[in-house]
C-alpha cells in the first residue's frame, strides 16, 4: 500500500445531524503546537506521550507525514478543531505481527479534542461515524483495524456500537490491547441501526 492510497489531499465533509459538519483535512505543521496541547494532558494517558516535548511531537508526526504507511489528519466540527486522526497500513506497523493483514486492511487511531465547558451530547459517537464514513469512502477499503488498550474501558462500547467485532487481545511491545475490526458491511449495518433508532426517538417524543 503505497502513499496515495493512505493520504486523501481533498477536504473530506460529512454531516451528523444534531452536532454539526465535520471536516478532514491532510495534518499541517501548523496543527503541531496544538495536537502537542492535546496530547500531553491526562486524558490523552492512553496515547502515550503526555511526557512529550513539542519537539518530539513534532518530530513523530512530520515522520507520519513522510511515511508511505501513515497518515495522520486533523478534523474540525463547525469550523472548531475537532479530533486528531492517523491512519496506517498494518502490513508496516507491529500489529501485522500479531494477526493475518489482509487487502483492504486501514488501521487507525483518534483523540478527541479536549471537552468544552458543555459537552456535546453524542459527540464521540459522532466522531467514530466520521471516521468510519471517511476511511470507507476509500474503495479499496474493506475493513478497518483498531488495537485499543485493554484497560481503555470507554473506547470498547464506542467501538462495538460502531459495528466493531472484538476478536482477542494481542500483546504488543508497548500495550496489551484488543485486536478489533469493522467490515464495511457491519459499518453500514450499525448506521441502519442508529438511523433508525433516532427515528423512532423521535416519533416517540413527538406523540
Not at 504507511?69 to 469550523?79: K, L, R, W
Not at 474501558?153 to 466493531?164: D, M, Q, S, V, Y
Not at 433508525?196 to 423521535?202: E, P, R
Amino acid at each position: 500500500m503505497s502513499c496515495p492510497d493512505l493520504l486523501i489531499t481533498t477536504p473530506f465533509r460529512y454531516t451528523v445531524d444534531g452536532i454539526g459538519e465535520f471536516v478532514i483535512l491532510p495534518l499541517g505543521r501548523s496543527d503541531i503546537p496544538l495536537v502537542h496541547e492535546w496530547v500531553t494532558t491526562e486524558r490523552a494517558s492512553f496515547w502515550g506521550m503526555q511526557n512529550q516535548t513539542l519537539a518530539q511531537v513534532d518530530a513523530v508526526y512530520q515522520s507520519q507525514i513522510d511515511s508511505a504507511h501513515h497518515a495522520p489528519y486533523m478534523a474540525f466540527c463547525n469550523g472548531k478543531p475537532a479530533f486528531l486522526l492517523e491512519t496506517y497500513d498494518p502490513a508496516h506497523d507491529e500489529l501485522g505481527e500479531h494477526y493475518q493483514v489482509l487487502p483492504g486492511d486501514r488501521g487507525m487511531h483518534f483523540l478527541v479534542a479536549p471537552v468544552a465547558a458543555s459537552p456535546v451530547h453524542g459527540f464521540s459517537r459522532a466522531v467514530m461515524q466520521t471516521i468510519l464514513a471517511f476511511l470507507f469512502s476509500d474503495d479499496q477499503v474493506t475493513r478497518i483495524v483498531v488495537e485499543p488498550d485493554v484497560r481503555n474501558e470507554k473506547i470498547h462500547p464506542l467501538n462495538r456500537a460502531a459495528g466493531f467485532e472484538y476478536l482477542r487481545t494481542v500483546e504488543l511491545s508497548y500495550k496489551t490491547a484488543w485486536l478489533a475490526v469493522c467490515q464495511r458491511q457491519q459499518f453500514q449495518e450499525s448506521q441502519r441501526f442508529h438511523e433508525s433508532s433516532s427515528a423512532q426517538f423521535c416519533m416517540e417524543t413527538a406523540s
